[in-house]
Nanobody, 119 residues
Framework: QVQLVESGGGLVQPGGSLRLSCAAS????????MDWYRQAPGNQRELVAD???????NYADSVKGRFTISRDNAKSTVYLEMNSLKPEDTAVYYC?????????????WGQGTQVTVSS
């Protein structure tokens, strides 16, 4: 089992910045991708960014150039640095971990952290 705990959300003005953290605990064996999703009211959950065990990253077009995902393997923590925030970035942000363990797919979610961009 893997437990994920997000932190760092809050209220920020347009153009501002926030850094989200996702601390993982438990056995990370077989987990090779960590990512951030977000879900705004009335919308489906969407992938924001992901990072694999090699450090390769992928971003949604809507956040490219503004958001940066990174990981600290020693701390089992993944970060999402968010800059130039826009009101449309307002959502609950979820940390997600996935991989395979002995051939069995593994998927874990955090509880989410609210990000509100408003003046």
């Amino acid at each position: 089992q893997v437990q994920l705990v997000e932190s760092g959300g809050g209220l920020v003005q347009p153009g501002g910045s926030l850094r989200l953290s996702c601390a993982a605990s438990g056995s990370m064996f077989g987990i090779n991708v960590m990512d951030w999703y977000r879900q705004a009211p009335g919308n489906q959950r969407e992938l924001v960014a992901d990072i694999n065990s090699s450090g390769d990253t992928n971003y949604a077009d809507s956040v490219k150039g503004r958001f940066t995902i990174s990981r600290d393997n020693a701390k089992s923590t993944v970060y999402l640095e968010m800059n130039s925030l826009k009101p449309e970035d307002t959502a609950v942000y979820y940390c997600h971990a996935k991989g395979r363990r002995f051939g069995i797919p593994q998927n874990y979610w955090g509880q989410g952290t609210q990000v509100t961009v408003s003046s």
